[in-house]
């Protein structure tokens, strides 16, 4: 535990901290917005804690991380572990102090941090992160390993030679998934598309930020209505990949503040059975495949099952090869090769 969470936790339990007899927070002004205080020395620490406390009283959640990740990002670090101590006891600078209570006003609203700094980490990748595109979850960074594992084996290289590998992934979001595949593979090119237009210029911005755009191709196309020109435009590829909407319509109601009122519901939604995109995958797959190709699909813990079922019953072309689970030991993963 290192020493500023020490402090806060230590702070918190003692109910009075040092900070309440230096600044208070006053009411919140028009737009939500929390006015800094005027003409007070606010160190990092105490920021921190007051903050906490703050989010912590009107509910918002992980208070703690909220406020570390902020205030890290207005002191140009990626996390607060790696700000020196000796910072952590120095005073706040008018700006930085006007940062942090701007950007902490937005988190008091649920904003997302992911939004609160408009950007986040991806594995290796630093990605630009806007409101409405979905934001990434830890559970996707597994999907991507499973993916790099079957593209680096000995045996896909060693079949494609000094060829080019083709990935086409339906439902782009931030670009996270294609991105980090292209980072890791140099022989990828890649496809990536999305039925939101906000999404396709967040995907291209981070292409560009990461100097990849000359790999990946975006574009604005919705799987359920535009089937016909992705299968005639986009296929055939080696590696077909989505973290398609997988959500139960009636699960949608019980999300956290932060993602109703922020993130892109149609990137949720999967529909009653939270299976419409999925099924639309399912049914393309092996037009949109190569001879062999695979097909990796991140789901809800249930799918798994019934996503099996109806390819071994209903689906021509397509061949079951396997569930995986996430760190939390969920059946999340469904791994799919093109036969026959």
């Known amino acids: 535990m290192n020493g500023i969470l020490k402090l806060v936790i230590n702070q918190l339990r003692r109910g009075i901290t040092k900070q309440e007899t230096l600044v208070t927070l006053p009411c919140r002004a028009a737009g939500g917005a929390v006015a800094p205080p005027a003409d007070c020395s606010v160190t990092v620490e105490e920021a921190v804690s007051l903050w906490t406390q703050h989010f912590l009283q009107h509910g918002v959640s992980e208070p703690l991380s909220s406020s570390h990740y902020i205030i890290a990002h207005v002191l140009g670090k990626k996390t607060l572990e790696s700000v020196e101590r000796r910072r952590l006891r120095e005073t706040l600078t008018d700006k930085e102090r006007e940062c942090v209570w701007k950007l902490c006003s937005k988190r008091l609203t649920r904003m997302p941090v ?24 830890p559970e996707t960074e597994e999907l991507v390993s499973l993916v790099l594992e079957h593209l680096q084996s000995e045996q896909v290289m060693k079949a494609r ?8 992934e339906i439902g782009c979001g931030s670009g996270a998934i294609s991105l980090s595949l292209l980072h890791s593979v140099p022989q990828l090119k890649g496809i990536a598309l999305d039925q939101s237009q906000e999404a396709v210029c967040l995907t291209k911005e981070n292409a560009s930020r990461l100097g ?3 790999r990946l191709e975006v574009r604005k196309l919705d799987i359920m209505k535009d089937a016909a020109l992705i299968v005639r435009d ?3 590829v080696d590696v077909l990949v989505s973290n398609p909407p997988y959500l139960f319509t009636e699960d949608m109601a019980s999300l956290e503040a932060e993602i109703l009122k922020f993130e892109d519901h149609s990137a949720l939604d999967g529909g009653l059975d939270g299976m419409s995109v999925i099924s639309q995958i399912l049914a393309l797959a092996p037009q949109l495949l190569t001879n062999e190709g695979r097909l990796y699909l991140e789901v809800d813990p249930r799918h798994p099952p019934l996503l099996q079922w109806l390819v071994e019953e209903q689906t021509e072309g397509l061949h079951y090869l396997g569930t995986s689970c996430d760190l939390t030991t969920r059946p999340r993963f469904c791994v799919l090769q093109r036969s026959g």
């Not at 992911?114 to 979850?137: G, H």
């Not at 030679?161 to 086409?168: D, E, I, P």
């Open 114 to 137: 992911q939004y609160v700094i408009e950007e986040w980490d991806f594995r290796d990748l630093t990605l630009k992160m806007r409101p409405p595109v979905f934001i990434p979850r």
């Open 161 to 168: 030679g000094k060829a080019a590998v083709h990935c086409l």
């Open 212 to 214: 990849l755009q000359d």
């Open 234 to 236: 986009y296929g055939p």
